[in-house]
């Protein structure tokens, strides 16, 4: 279940940060290995990766909409992986531009493109191609943990329009999840186990 979180501080004057669902965030060692990069784990993405709500989409946009104003000009979706949020901006915004470091979930991103207003591009989330005040909104989904975060932020601030949005979104560790019609309890107690182990602190609160 999504819900918003809070904003963030100011970058820079007239520059708006959301952030939203960045609870729960870890590293572990299959993040340190970068797997996401390899064809067969970027397959896995497209197949099973859970999008991010309309809702939550739209929760952005109104942000946006209300220190901003439109019309939209330029999306960038920052280590977008296979796709799946990027499609998403497709329809508020005259142009998208979906960008990972990753060739092969470019590949698969552009394997599924739906839209013609969605472009791919392969770069570091620290690099990005674009001109200096040029872009409405910067979204990076399910993907901050990855970048080197201060130069990240550096990078958003300076390809951000006055009054454009940055937007972190990601899952939340308090989620019921399902499959179908079967599996469920099984699924929530593997979670819970997951979370226990790499998060001991939560599981010590739980405790108390």
Same mark, same amino acid.
Not at 99 to 106: E, G, L, V
Not at 119 to 140: G, H, I, K, M, N
Not at 158 to 176: Q, S
């Given at each position: 279940?999504?819900?918003?979180?809070?904003?963030?501080?100011?970058?820079?004057?007239?520059?708006?940060?959301?952030?939203?669902?960045?609870?729960?965030? @870890?590293?572990?060692?299959?993040?340190?290995?970068?797997?996401?990069?390899?064809?067969?784990?970027?397959?896995?993405?497209?197949?099973?990766?859970?999008?991010?709500?309309?809702?939550?989409?739209?929760?952005?946009?109104? @942000?946006?909409?209300?220190?901003?104003?439109?019309? @939209?000009?330029?999306?960038?979706?920052?280590?977008?992986?296979?796709?799946?949020?990027?499609?998403?901006?497709?329809?508020?915004?005259?142009?998208?531009?979906?960008?990972?470091?990753?060739?092969?979930?470019?590949?698969?991103?552009?394997?599924?493109?739906?839209?013609?207003?969605?472009?791919?591009?392969?770069?570091?989330? +620290?690099?990005?191609?674009?001109?200096?005040?040029?872009?409405?909104?910067?979204?990076?989904?399910?993907?901050?943990?990855? @970048?080197?975060?201060?130069?990240?932020?550096?990078?958003?601030?300076?390809?951000?329009?006055?009054?454009?949005?940055?937007?972190?979104?990601?899952?939340?560790?308090?989620?019921?999840?399902?499959?179908?019609?079967?599996?469920?309890?099984?699924?929530?107690?593997?979670?819970? +186990?997951?979370?226990?182990?790499?998060?001991?602190?939560?599981?010590?609160?739980?405790?108390?």
């Amino acid at each position: 279940m999504s819900r918003f979180c809070g904003v963030l501080p100011v970058l820079k004057p007239f520059v708006c940060v959301c952030y939203l669902l960045a609870e729960g965030n @870890f590293l572990c060692e299959a993040m340190i290995c970068r797997l996401f990069e390899g064809k067969e784990h970027a397959a896995s993405y497209w197949k099973y990766r859970v999008a991010p709500s309309d809702h939550l989409i739209q929760q952005v946009l109104d @942000f946006l909409e209300k220190h901003q104003g439109g019309p @939209f000009e330029l999306a960038v979706d920052v280590g977008c992986g296979s796709g799946q949020g990027t499609q998403l901006l497709a329809k508020h915004f005259a142009s998208v531009v979906g960008t990972d470091a990753s060739p092969a979930q470019i590949q698969v991103a552009l394997q599924h493109v739906k839209e013609p207003n969605i472009t791919y591009r392969q770069c570091v989330a +620290e690099e990005l191609p674009f001109a200096d005040s040029s872009v409405d909104l910067v979204t990076a989904m399910s993907a901050f943990h990855w @970048f080197d975060r201060l130069h990240f932020l550096q990078e958003a601030h300076r390809v951000l329009k006055p009054c454009g949005c940055l937007a972190l979104l990601n899952y939340t560790v308090d989620m019921e999840l399902s499959y179908g019609d079967c599996c469920s309890h099984q699924l929530n107690q593997v979670c819970k +186990e997951v979370l226990a182990e790499y998060l001991p602190e939560r599981r010590s609160n739980e405790l108390s």
